[in-house]
């Protein structure tokens, strides 16, 4: 891209940032997520800071605003009533004085924190506004440990495919299918009003999403029972990749910010879940795969799940080379990396959601990861590759790995944020 054509993404994605503005909290995109989304919001927040760094932090601060007093942070805060969304808070029901879901989502939370605080132009306002979100982030990190890690293993598992951001992966097939459907209550989906139903989840699976969210309505939404009684639970390599490497950047934000005790307790669970992380390592796949809690063994489903932990540094450096020839090989069958799923599987479908499309926003985690891992040049390739597919077809939600279409929602935030930080980046 010239420098040229840079300054004009840059202001096509300020355009998208500015159109999906609600005031204190972006929406994914008209129409099809018309609320706050936990991690868009937060990988929204690395985009913002370059039109406006006070809302960037105002962008978490929010979400903040409705984290639970267990710790946990929500997947949706349902800020506006908008029927154009289900399920809506009148099937979550969480009893929130604003409404919530009753799940949530992962933790990038941290990490977005460190870098708005390192990166800063206004020094003092990050200072101040870190400090106040730290104990959060804390809280919210020893959630986790406490209800999705009862059994103390040092790592967590998801108990809905939602949770894992990944939403419909391959993954998450084999332990879905222990999950019955029965007494789902009639509902009418809207998603495929707004998005081409062979871009979105079949009937079936969202049966079993909605068979698991009224398992836990029916708990009350107690988060010391859900885990021992939900039928799905996954202990995904990305998912606590993502927690690992937020919690070791709330250990050193909390070092540099004076809160020795906050540091001190991250550390500890770093070590822990490095220590226990290398379980899910396949030398068959040459990356890491999930675990299923129940069954106790590894789920044969090679996702960028599994590539995601060079995001946290994880595995030794012939394990992190390993990743990277993995994705060498799978963009090799691809013209636009990186796929969400190995598209040399036959499960492998590039249309559908998470079953093999290309994000943006997993792009940028990778080669953030990638870099950390000293692999600068696949680092570079993946982002080139995102620039390549927002120049093919703009700011789409998800894209097709193979042609580069856009698909699932348009004018996406997330999407317009990652080219934001792109772009700057570069500039
Ligand atoms: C989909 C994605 C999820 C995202 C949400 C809003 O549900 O799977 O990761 O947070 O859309 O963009």
């Known amino acids: 891209m010239s420098r040229l054509d840079r300054a004009a993404a840059f202001k096509r994605a300020a355009a998208v940032l500015r159109e999906n503005d609600r005031g204190a909290y972006t929406i994914p995109t008209k129409g099809l997520y018309p609320f706050q989304w936990n991690w868009d919001s937060c990988l929204t927040a690395l985009g913002l800071r370059h039109l406006d760094e006070n809302r960037a932090w105002q962008e978490v601060e929010t979400l903040l605003d409705h984290q639970w007093p267990d710790g946990m942070v929500p997947h949706i805060v349902f800020h506006v009533d908008d029927d154009g969304y289900f399920p809506g808070p009148g099937v979550w029901r969480t009893g929130r004085p604003v409404p919530t879901s009753g799940i949530t989502q992962p933790p990038v939370l941290a990490y977005v924190m460190k870098r708005l ?7 003092a306002l990050a200072r101040r506004k870190a400090q106040a979100l730290l104990a959060k982030a804390d809280a919210w990190h020893r959630w986790f440990y406490a209800c999705r890690d009862p059994k103390d293993t040092g790592l967590v598992a998801i108990i809905h495919p939602w949770e894992s951001g990944r939403d419909n992966s391959i993954d998450w097939d084999e332990a879905m299918m222990r999950v019955p459907t029965d007494g789902v209550e009639p509902y009418e989906r809207r998603d495929t009003r707004h998005v081409d139903s062979a871009q979105r989840p079949h009937k079936a699976d969202y049966d079993r999403f909605l068979w698991l969210l009224q398992r836990f309505r029916g708990l009350g939404w107690d988060n010391a029972r859900l885990h021992d009684a939900s ?4 202990v995904d390599p990305g998912f606590n990749a993502i927690l690992i490497r937020s919690d070791s950047d709330l250990a050193d934000l909390a070092q540099t910010l004076g809160e020795p005790e906050i540091a001190a307790r991250a ?5 822990k879940a490095r220590a226990a992380f290398e379980t ?3 030398d068959a796949f040459g990356q890491y795969l999930c675990l299923d809690r129940v069954s106790n063994q590894l789920i044969d489903s090679p996702s960028i799940g599994g590539l995601l932990p ?4 994880l595995g030794d450096g012939a394990r992190q080379r390993s990743i990277a020839a993995r994705i060498e090989a799978w963009r090799k069958r691809t013209r636009f990396g990186v796929a969400s799923h190995d598209p040399a599987d036959r499960r492998f479908e ?3 959601y ?3 499309p290309a994000w943006i926003i997993v792009n940028m985690l990778i080669a953030d990861g990638l870099r950390r891992c000293n692999l600068a040049d696949a680092a570079a390739k993946v982002e080139a590759g995102s620039l390549a597919l927002i120049e093919e077809s703009g700011f789409a939600e998800y894209y097709d790995p193979i042609s580069g279409e856009g698909l699932g929602g348009g004018q996406f935030t997330w999407t317009a944020a990652m080219v934001a930080e792109l772009v700057k980046r570069a500039a």
């Not at 605080?117 to 020094?123: K, Q, Y």
């Open 280 to 282: 899910l390592w396949s």
């Open 354 to 356: 998470w079953r093999g």
């Open 231 to 234: 039928p799905f639970k996954v």
């Open 267 to 271: 550390r500890e669970r770093v070590a």
């Open 117 to 123: 605080h390192d990166e800063a132009g206004d020094r």
């Open 310 to 313: 060079v995001f946290a540094g």
């Open 350 to 352: 590039s249309k559908r």
